[in-house]
């Protein structure tokens, strides 16, 4: 997982989180775009910094032989 942060100077906040999640997996395009939107819908983490700024993320299937 990687993870970039963007921040303003004044006042000083942040206001954009993006991520790139990669998974070893062999789930269709279907089932990552169902737990893409669960983790957007009720992850914790997204939730708490989705109050504050814009979190904008994506999986991405990694096959197993790449890793």
């Not at 997982?1 to 062999?26: G, I, N, W």
């Not at 939107?37 to 997204?46: D, M």
């Not at 910094?49 to 999986?59: I, K, M, S």
């Amino acid at each position: 997982m990687t993870v970039q942060a963007e921040r303003q100077d004044s006042p000083p906040r942040f206001t954009r989180f993006t991520y790139r999640l990669e998974l070893v997996t062999d789930e269709p395009p279907r089932r990552l775009a169902l737990l893409q939107r669960n983790i957007e819908k009720f992850g914790t983490v997204s939730g708490t910094l989705g109050l504050a700024a814009e979190v904008v993320g994506e999986l991405v299937a990694v096959e197993a032989m790449n890793v």
